[in-house]
T-cell receptor, first 117, second 112 residues
Framework: EAGVTQFPSHSVIEKGQTVTLRCDPISGHDNLYWYRRVMGKEIKFLLH????????ESGMPNNRFLAERTGGTYSTLKVQPAELEDSGVYFC???????????????FGPGTRLLVL | LAKTTQPISMDSYEGQEVNITCSHNNIATNDYITWYQQFPSQGPRFIIQ???TKVTNEVASLFIPADRKSSTLSLPRVSLSDTAVYYCLVGLYGGSQGNLIFGKGTKLSVKP
């Protein structure tokens, strides 16, 4: 079974440019999460999709970040315009739909390393 | 969600048993304890999860005392490939409460 994949693996852009990150979750996983780790900090939650709907976007830092999940399959995270402080590693994770009494396991992708110059 | 405290780093030699303890004094009744492992340049990977007493799988064991205010991840006979950062997470994960809260983790270095 294919795991969570992310594209690109690395991206270097200049301040003010736009970057779009993509995440392909494990097939059949309804939950999709975005996290990021900026330099020297902990991994922080950004947002959570259940299928195509945004369940929780409380971790999104500001309106320069836009996440979508068309058709409840893959997801994109767009940063526009990018700022220096957006540099970091962006992780995507997916899990099966929550069932009462079962604690879901989240499967993480390898991450996209973003550097804004 | 409960705050966790764990060692910043640990060193070990190949073949030793490694125990990493995590403190979570304000754990809630419904909270589970979950450990993730992260290798360099990879995303975190689920290792083990438990609620109370002891849980064992093919990778590790998780010991949880009766008061549940701490937990210990035990890695038997570590190898060089176990060098990674280990995260202890506490919370009720699932559905609308799905987001994981990561701390700084414990960086384990296994030496030959």
């Amino acid at each position: 079974e294919a795991g969570v994949t992310q594209f690109p693996s690395h991206s270097v852009i200049e301040k003010g440019q736009t970057v779009t990150l993509r995440c392909d979750p494990i097939s059949g996983h309804d939950n999709l999460y975005w996290y990021r780790r900026v330099m020297g900090k902990e991994i922080k939650f950004l947002l959570h999709f259940v299928k195509e709907s945004k369940q929780d976007e409380s971790g999104m830092p500001n309106n320069r970040f836009l996440a979508e999940r068309t058709g409840g399959t893959y997801s994109t995270l767009k940063v526009q315009p990018a700022e220096l402080e957006d540099s970091g590693v962006y992780f995507c994770a997916s899990s099966q739909i929550f069932r009462t009494g079962i604690q879901e396991t989240q499967y993480f992708g390898p991450g996209t390393r973003l550097l804004v110059l | 969600l409960a705050k966790t405290t764990q060692p910043i780093s640990m060193d070990s030699y190949e073949g030793q048993e490694v125990n990493i303890t995590c403190s979570h004094n304000n754990i809630a009744t419904n909270d589970y304890i979950t450990w993730y492992q992260q290798f360099p340049s990879q995303g975190p990977r689920f290792i083990i999860q438990g609620y109370k007493t002891k849980v064992t799988n093919e990778v590790a064991s998780l010991f949880i005392p009766a008061d549940r205010k701490s937990s210990t991840l035990s890695l038997p006979r570590v190898s060089l490939s176990d060098t990674a950062v280990y995260y202890c997470l506490v919370g009720l994960y699932g559905g609308s409460q799905g987001n994981l809260i990561f701390g700084k983790g414990t960086k384990l270095s296994v030496k030959p």
